[in-house]
């Protein structure tokens, strides 16, 4: 089982590490991990936050562990030299185009949310976002206008092809759940919208057995901090998903608590914390992480088809948590390494 192991900037190599001490604990014989650089380190490097060696090396995976990009060093780059690139053009290159968000509140840590504590329990849910298409990947420019003004402009649009595939791994993932997906747009305004929500309808014929709905996105804002425990499966689109997936974050109390698998048609997946680098407190040893051991956990239920491992790996997060382990993220005082330790004991 070979797996990718890209690091990345800032507080990356950190919540990274632990992630790959509990894979490592896990005892699997067969477990083969490559290490190579991605972002700002690999920019540094090789003057690419891409090197063609990385990308080989994520290809010839099974899996790609990821740490998080982002450099301040680098924010004067022009845009394709940026570290963000590398995640972008690793799920082009790979086809990486459904994103697996789960946001559920873990028993005790019902006061660390936003939400009344009655509120936050409910939440349990599963955002599907696209990541191929929309208006990340459209055309985009700075042009001037007749009269000298500047105007930044960026095209939004979505095959139905592209709709259709996301499309089914929201069903399936429903089919998996409670049986409920809401399907995510602004249809009365954009025309891309529409044609997201007339394909959805179509797929929808496939599986009489899902509890199909549609939301405009502002709504859906609303209601993801007014009733979240509606929600089952939320499928929709890059720039909606972004937003949407980073609120329900902070509806479960942390950012250091969610991870992400970004699949491929296959079974290659890269799986990721939802955090960023976070520069200010890189080296510090303070970063929670969680986020990216759970994402370890989704590498081995989704690519490696190793159930019990996800389960017995989730638990263990779940049972330090309850023994009141927790990173400042949620008011506690225990560091990277020692909540690493912590989970690896459970497990």
Request: hydrophobic share 45%.
């Given at each position: 089982m070979?797996?990718?192991?890209?690091?990345?900037?800032?507080?990356g190599p950190e919540?990274?590490?632990?992630?790959?001490?509990?894979?490592?604990a896990?005892?699997?014989?067969?477990?083969?991990?490559?290490?190579a650089?991605v972002?700002?380190?690999?920019?540094?490097?090789t003057?690419?936050?891409?090197?063609v060696?990385?990308l080989?090396?994520?290809?010839?995976?099974?899996?790609?562990l990821?740490?998080?990009v982002?450099?301040?060093?680098c924010?004067?780059?022009?845009?394709?030299?940026?570290?963000e690139?590398?995640?972008?053009?690793?799920?082009k290159?790979?086809?990486?185009?459904?994103n697996?968000?789960?946001?559920?509140?873990?028993?005790?840590?019902?006061?660390a949310?936003?939400?009344?504590?009655?509120?936050?329990?409910?939440?349990d849910?599963?955002i599907v976002?696209?990541?191929?298409g929309d208006?990340?990947f459209?055309?985009k420019?700075?042009?001037?206008l007749?009269?000298?003004?500047?105007?930044?402009w960026?095209?939004?649009?979505?095959?139905e092809?592209?709709?259709?595939?996301i499309?089914?791994?929201?069903?399936?993932?429903?089919?998996g759940?409670?049986?409920k997906?809401c399907s995510?747009d602004?249809?009365?305004?954009l025309?891309?919208?529409?044609?997201?929500?007339?394909?959805?309808c179509?797929v929808a014929?496939?599986?009489p057995?899902?509890?199909?709905?549609?939301?405009?996105?502002?709504?859906?804002?609303m209601?993801?901090?007014?009733?979240?425990?509606?929600?089952?499966?939320?499928?929709?689109?890059?720039l909606?998903?972004?937003?949407?997936s980073?609120q329900a974050?902070?509806c479960v109390g942390?950012?250091?608590?969610?991870?992400s698998?970004?699949?491929s048609?296959?079974?290659?997946?890269l799986?990721?914390?939802?955090?960023?680098?976070?520069?200010?407190?890189?080296g510090?040893?303070?970063?929670?992480?969680m986020?990216?051991?759970?994402?370890?956990?989704m590498?081995?239920?989704?690519?490696?088809?190793l159930?019990?491992?996800?389960?017995?790996v989730?638990?263990a997060?779940?049972?330090?948590?309850?023994?009141?382990?927790r990173?400042?993220d949620?008011?506690?005082s225990h560091g990277t390494?020692?909540?690493?330790?912590?989970?690896?004991?459970r497990?």
């Amino acid at each position: 089982m070979k797996i990718a192991v890209l690091p990345g900037d800032g507080i990356g190599p950190e919540v990274t590490r632990e992630a790959v001490r509990v894979l490592e604990a896990l005892g699997l014989a067969d477990l083969e991990l490559t290490y190579a650089d991605v972002g700002g380190a690999a920019y540094h490097r090789t003057g690419h936050p891409l090197p063609v060696e990385t990308l080989e090396i994520a290809r010839s995976s099974d899996a790609i562990l990821f740490g998080a990009v982002g450099d301040p060093t680098c924010d004067n780059l022009e845009r394709h030299l940026r570290p963000e690139q590398a995640i972008l053009g690793l799920r082009k290159e790979l086809g990486l185009f459904a994103n697996l968000r789960p946001a559920k509140v873990f028993k005790g840590l019902e006061d660390a949310s936003a939400l009344r504590p009655e509120v936050a329990g409910a939440i349990d849910l599963l955002i599907v976002r696209e990541l191929n298409g929309d208006v990340y990947f459209g055309e985009k420019g700075i042009r001037t206008l007749p009269d000298g003004r500047r105007q930044g402009w960026d095209m939004m649009s979505y095959a139905e092809d592209e709709v259709r595939r996301i499309a089914h791994v929201g069903f399936k993932a429903a089919q998996g759940r409670r049986g409920k997906l809401c399907s995510v747009d602004k249809a009365n305004v954009l025309e891309t919208s529409q044609l997201w929500r007339d394909v959805v309808c179509e797929v929808a014929a496939d599986y009489p057995d899902i509890e199909l709905s549609h939301m405009y996105v502002d709504n859906a804002a609303m209601q993801l901090v007014r009733s979240p425990g509606q929600f089952d499966v939320i499928v929709t689109g890059n720039l909606f998903g972004d937003i949407l997936s980073d609120q329900a974050s902070m509806c479960v109390g942390s950012i250091g608590l969610l991870a992400s698998a970004s699949l491929s048609e296959g079974t290659l997946g890269l799986y990721e914390p939802i955090h960023g680098s976070a520069p200010d407190i890189a080296g510090q040893g303070v970063a929670n992480p969680m986020a990216t051991v759970l994402s370890a956990a989704m590498l081995l239920r989704h690519s490696l088809g190793l159930e019990a491992q996800a389960a017995r790996v989730e638990a263990a997060v779940a049972k330090t948590l309850a023994d009141g382990v927790r990173g400042a993220d949620l008011g506690g005082s225990h560091g990277t390494a020692q909540i690493g330790d912590a989970i690896v004991e459970r497990l």
